[in-house]
C-alpha cells in the first residue's frame, strides 16, 4: 500500500514559540492532503484541506493564522502551528487518498510546555 | 457526509469473531461504507470498504443488509493485538478526495 510519512513523530517545545510538522507522500502524488488533530481518548478531528500549489481550506473554528498550512510539491505539505500554547499539545495527524483509502501519516505528538 | 453512530467500547476474548455494528440512517445512494483501525499513537489504518451486500478481505468481513441503513465489521479469532478503536465512516468513495469526518469510534477491548 502505499506510505504516508510525517515527521518529527514526537516534538516537545516552549510556549510562545512556532513547530513545523511535515507530512509527504513517498510513493505517490497528492494534490490533497488532510490535516487531523486528535486529544486524548477522543476522535480524529478534520481541522484543514492542503491544497497543491494554492490556499488551505480550513475547517469552522480552526485558525488559520495559528495552523499554517503549505501544500509546495505533489508529495508535501506542513503544518506550522505559530506561537504554540499548551492548549495546543495535541496529536496531529495528516491524511493523503489513494483511492479506495485514505493513507494516515503515524502522526505528531505535540508537546507545548 | 453522513452520521454514523457505534457502540462506544467492546470487549471480546482471543479466539472469539468481534462484530461491530454502526448505523448510518441517512447513507445516500452514492455513499460507500469504510472502515477504519487505530492504534494508541498511531494514525488510523484502512480495514475495508463496501457499498452493498458483502465483502471479505484478508483481515475482516462487512456485511451491509440491503437498505444500507447499518453495516457491521466482522473480525475473526480477535488476538491481543486487535485492540483498538474502530471507526465506521460513510462517504462517496468514487469521488472522495480523502476528506473524511470521523465519528467516536468503537474501543475494542480484547482478553487473553
Known amino acids: 500500500g502505499a506510505v504516508v510519512s510525517q515527521h518529527p513523530s514526537r516534538v516537545i517545545c516552549k510556549s510562545g514559540t512556532s513547530v513545523k510538522i511535515e507530512c509527504r507522500s513517498l510513493?505517490?502524488?497528492?494534490?490533497?492532503m488532510f490535516w487531523y488533530r486528535q486529544f486524548p481518548k477522543q476522535s480524529l478531528m478534520l481541522m484543514a484541506t492542503s491544497n497543491e500549489g494554492s490556499k488551505a481550506t480550513y475547517e469552522q473554528g480552526v485558525e488559520k493564522d495559528k495552523f499554517l498550512i503549505n501544500h509546495a510539491s505533489l508529495t508535501l505539505s506542513t503544518l506550522t502551528v505559530t506561537s504554540a500554547h499548551p492548549e495546543d499539545s495535541s496529536f496531529y495527524i495528516c491524511?493523503?487518498?489513494?483511492?479506495?483509502?485514505?493513507?494516515f501519516g503515524q502522526g505528531t505528538r505535540l508537546t507545548v510546555v | 457526509l453522513a452520521k454514523t453512530t457505534q457502540p462506544i467500547s467492546m470487549d471480546s476474548y482471543e479466539g472469539q469473531e468481534v462484530n461491530i455494528t454502526c448505523s448510518h440512517n441517512n447513507i445516500a445512494t452514492n455513499d460507500y461504507i469504510t472502515w477504519y483501525q487505530q492504534f494508541p499513537s498511531q494514525g488510523p489504518r484502512f480495514i475495508i470498504q463496501g457499498y452493498k451486500t458483502k465483502v471479505t478481505n484478508e483481515v475482516a468481513s462487512l456485511f451491509i443488509p440491503a437498505d444500507r441503513k447499518s453495516s457491521t465489521l466482522s473480525l475473526p479469532r480477535v488476538s491481543l493485538s486487535d485492540t483498538a478503536v474502530y471507526y465506521c465512516?460513510?462517504?462517496?468513495?468514487?469521488?472522495?478526495?480523502?476528506?473524511?469526518?470521523f465519528g467516536q469510534g468503537t474501543t475494542l477491548q480484547v482478553k487473553p
Open positions: 465512516l460513510v462517504g462517496r468513495s468514487s469521488s472522495n478526495t480523502g476528506k473524511l469526518i
Open positions: 510513493d505517490f502524488q497528492a494534490t490533497t
Open positions: 491524511s493523503a487518498s489513494k483511492q479506495p483509502e485514505a493513507f
